[in-house]
């Protein structure tokens, strides 16, 4: 039988899965088979380390929402009936353009009590702003709701005018957590803490962009959902970004990047190095390593982040031999894999896949 490799793409923290549940568990439902039935095991949510694939998190949110009859998944201050975002959705198809869209949207979620206080700003200047005025619930629980409110919207922006939105910033009303570097990731611009509100900046350009979505395409966009509404589009805006991109694109291809750049071919199964990506993105080594230092972060920790979420993916999803992961990933030797694996996760590789991974027979 022939196996498809891990894809590197990236996962989801074990605060996003935790938050998911919680408004369940307040409610009374036993999230116990819910999580098992996404493939997350309950003892695993203890584990600060823990890290899930996005399908995993997209199952838990599915099986959260039947349980609960909530679209806020009992987080939210009120109840949202299921239907209420596709029907938000419906209202904002037939506006002109991306501005009127969203003001009817947030019109929308204002003749619900208990819904969240959305609000667009068009600004006189440099900048739009969207954003959430005051809480939702309580202070933790009122976090996650507004931190995936912004992320949904942001997505769905961009969905209804077919083009990626670049965020200037985004703030976010509560101390920064202890996965803050994660959010950078998510919305792909600054993030900012201790704020006043959750919002997020844009160029005011983008509000008369026309809508292009049709019903159809929406009934597609709903039926996977929340597959790409909660996830993170690879936009390649930054330079890590990029970097990450060229890193996973070697892993999926079994080698480095191609191209009229290359000096030669990255060792096959091998991730590329520094000089073959600075080579593709056509800079050199030091002239990157100075922008990913400028974006705070480095060539080996994109690399770490890749071999991370590319060794977890394979470990869940195929069956792929260890000693031929690790040498995919680019480790000289088994033991320094199983060091690094043990450091992302707590456990040694083979015994993840023995509690959590794919099965052979």
Not at 150 to 175: D, K
Not at 209 to 230: H, K, M, Y
Not at 231 to 241: D, K, M, S, W
Request: charged letters at 25%; proline letters at 6%; glycine letters at 12%.
């Amino acid at each position: 039988m022939g196996r498809t490799k891990g894809r590197g793409r990236r996962t989801v923290t074990v605060h996003h899965v935790r938050a998911a549940v919680h408004g369940a568990q307040r409610l009374g439902v036993d999230t116990a088979p819910l999580l098992q039935r996404a493939r997350i095991p309950p003892l695993l949510l203890g584990d600060d380390r823990a890290r899930f694939s996005p399908e995993q998190f997209a199952r838990l949110v599915r099986a959260l929402h039947r349980a609960t009859g909530d679209e806020f998944l009992g987080l939210g201050s009120a109840r949202s009936r299921p239907g209420t975002f596709a029907m938000m959705c419906y209202a904002s198809l037939g506006c002109p353009d991306l501005g009127t869209a969203l003001e009817r949207g947030a019109r929308f979620y204002r003749l619900f009590p208990g819904g969240p206080n959305l609000e667009l700003e068009r600004g006189e200047g440099d900048e739009a702003v969207f954003g959430i005025h005051g809480r939702i619930r309580t202070r933790h629980e009122s976090q996650i709701v507004a931190e995936w409110v912004m992320l949904v919207w942001h997505r769905l922006a961009g969905w209804l005018i077919g083009r990626r939105i670049p965020l200037l910033w985004t703030q976010f009303a509560h101390p920064a957590p202890p996965h803050a570097d994660e959010y950078e990731q998510l919305f792909d611009c600054a993030a900012y803490f201790g704020g006043d509100r959750t919002a997020a900046g844009f160029d005011p350009r983008w509000l008369s962009a026309p809508v292009i979505q049709d019903e159809a395409s929406l009934q597609a966009l709903l039926r996977r959902a929340p597959d790409g509404l909660l996830g993170r589009p690879e936009y390649r805006t930054t330079v890590a970004q990029q970097v990450r991109q060229v890193l996973a694109g070697g892993l999926r291809t079994g080698g480095g990047p191609v191209g009229r750049h290359r000096a030669r071919p990255a060792a096959a199964g091998r991730l590329p190095e520094l000089r073959e990506v600075a080579a593709r993105l056509a800079v050199s080594p030091a002239t990157l390593r100075r922008r990913l230092d400028e974006e705070g972060t480095s060539f080996q920790q994109l690399k770490d982040q890749v071999r991370r979420d590319a060794a977890i993916g394979s470990l869940r999803e195929t069956g792929e031999p260890i000693e031929e992961l690790a040498v995919r990933l680019g480790f000289s030797e088994g033991t320094a894999f199983h060091r690094a694996f043990r450091r992302w996760t707590g456990m040694t590789p083979g015994a993840y896949r023995l509690a959590y991974g794919h099965t052979t027979g």
